[in-house]
């Protein structure tokens, strides 16, 4: 959205511009393109550059050190359009197929298997209408700027060898969805995958789903490891798919283990079919 806002607006400032040429200056007619596209360049460049600087002022009243009660739809809106940019800026041309299955009121955990680092940046951005927060390891909340919206959104950092820390990040996420104020992501794989196969899955992470009594939204993504290996010679096509939701009665009475190897399944097949099913 904010891509498509900067464009328009390039392009009618470069149109008044090369308009302002033609009364004043009235350049021989070849020189109206090269106007155009330079102008264009320029109020692109400078809306860019605008855009990131109104976000890095809006970011400055987080306090990094506090923990936020309450979710702010403002922030989470803001940090998604901000999300969806860069993903486009990176040269992302992102598909998403089914999402009118993802609920539109009740919250949900957010479950898909990961390829690259670009995986919550497209997905969150894709999915900015949405209170979201995810789960992420906590060496992602020392980038600077971009973790002071990670904390007012109330993602929720993971240290991975700390299995006391996994209990409480699981239960923290398990009540921000049961209170309605966010959706939840996760990354069942624990870690980046660029194989054919799925890794093993965390099933710890499905206790969110049973705890806070709430449906599962699972979910595959394609193409986001060729981001850095295209930019920026050319666009990068990725593929997000919602598979299915997965309501809360079908899991209720499941164990965790069963409900990995539901959700693995799920993808799996989904993955192997290239998306067809």
Not at 142 to 161: A, N, Q, S, T
Request: proline share 4%; hydrophobic share 45%.
């Amino acid at each position: 959205m904010i891509d498509i806002i900067i464009t328009v607006v390039s392009i009618a400032l470069s149109y008044y511009y090369t308009a302002f040429m033609h009364v004043f200056a009235n350049p021989a007619p070849y020189k109206y393109i090269v106007v155009f596209i330079v102008s264009f360049l320029i109020c692109w460049a400078a809306l860019f550059i605008l855009f990131g600087i109104i976000c890095v002022i809006i970011s400055l009243p987080v306090n990094i050190n506090k923990e936020y009660a309450g979710t702010s739809r403002f922030y989470t809106t803001l940090f998604g359009l901000m999300l969806e940019f860069a993903g486009f800026v990176s040269g992302a041309r992102v598909i998403v197929n089914g999402r009118d299955k993802i609920p539109r009121k009740d919250r949900f955990l957010f479950v898909s298997n990961h390829r690259s680092n670009y995986d919550p940046i497209i997905q969150c951005g894709e999915m900015k209408l949405q209170p979201m927060a995810f789960i992420s390891k906590r060496a992602n909340f020392r980038i600077p700027f971009i973790r002071r919206y990670m904390v007012r959104c109330r993602y929720i950092p993971l240290e991975r060898k700390n299995m006391r820390n996994g209990a409480e990040a699981v239960m923290k996420a398990a009540r921000m969805i049961s209170s309605g104020q966010s959706c939840i992501g996760v990354y069942p794989e624990g870690t980046r995958n660029t194989g054919g196969n799925l890794l093993d899955f965390h099933n710890g992470c499905f206790k969110i789903a049973l705890w806070a009594k709430c449906p599962i939204v699972v979910s595959v993504i394609r193409g986001t490891e060729n981001i850095c290996k295209n930019f920026p010679l050319r666009r990068t096509k990725v593929v997000m798919d919602i598979i299915d939701v997965i309501p809360y009665n079908k899991i209720e009475h499941m164990k965790t283990g069963e409900i990995s190897e539901l959700v693995r399944n799920m993808m799996e097949e989904h993955l192997k079919s290239g998306g067809k099913k």
